[in-house]
């Protein structure tokens, strides 16, 4: 069952495979969002990546040593919240995984190459969130910080994955970063 089939089109991207508790792996592909936020980005001319407030502070200060390694966007967690996600959000609408985060795992899997850098180099984080409960997951964010609490650096909302106790979701956050100029 693929939720969408269709090249990315943004900076970032969102995927996941749902594992059954009997091991079964289901790829969902990339997550997309409710028609209705499809909709209400359509009328608000849509962003390409929706990197919180508190995400690009976070990133600022980095680059000036006043907060800790931006490689620390590592954690993963989900909620069943289904309002539009901001970029003012500071935390998930409604947070149901579990108390701890899970941790993903980061890499590089595409330097920047060519004049003007026409090829962009890709960070990948990802992580496996496990269920206890039936839930229907509606929403993502990618978290610097294990426990609740933390810098959001993004934030998603989609439609819902469905998991019952043992299954689990497999999140991949895909990010281009694009050089400029010629």
């Given amino acids: 069952m693929r939720m969408n089939a269709e090249v990315p089109s943004r900076i970032a991207n969102l995927s996941a495979t749902l594992i059954k508790a009997d091991g079964r792996r289901i790829e969902l ?3 997309k969002e409710p028609w209705y936020v499809r909709l209400q980005r359509f009328f608000h001319f849509p962003v390409l990546l929706l990197v919180t407030d508190a995400g690009l502070t976070f990133l600022a200060n980095n ?11 590592k954690y993963h967690d989900s909620g069943v919240g289904t309002t539009a996600a901001a970029q003012t959000d500071t935390v998930l609408q409604t947070q149901s995984g579990p108390t701890t985060r899970a941790t993903g795992v980061n890499t590089v899997t595409q330097n920047a190459s060519g004049t003007g850098s026409t090829t962009p180099a890709i960070v990948q984080s990802v992580g496996t969130i496990a269920y206890v409960s039936s839930l229907a997951i509606t929403e993502w964010g990618l978290f610097n910080q294990a426990a609740q609490g933390g810098t959001m650096w993004d934030h998603r909302i989609f439609s819902a994955i469905n998991v019952v106790s043992g299954d689990s979701i497999q999140f991949t956050y895909s990010l281009s970063l694009p050089g400029g100029g010629s």
């Avoid at 680059?63 to 966007?73: A, L, R």
């Fill in 29 to 31: 592909g990339f997550v």
């Fill in 63 to 73: 680059f000036t040593g006043e907060t800790s390694d931006v490689s620390t966007f």
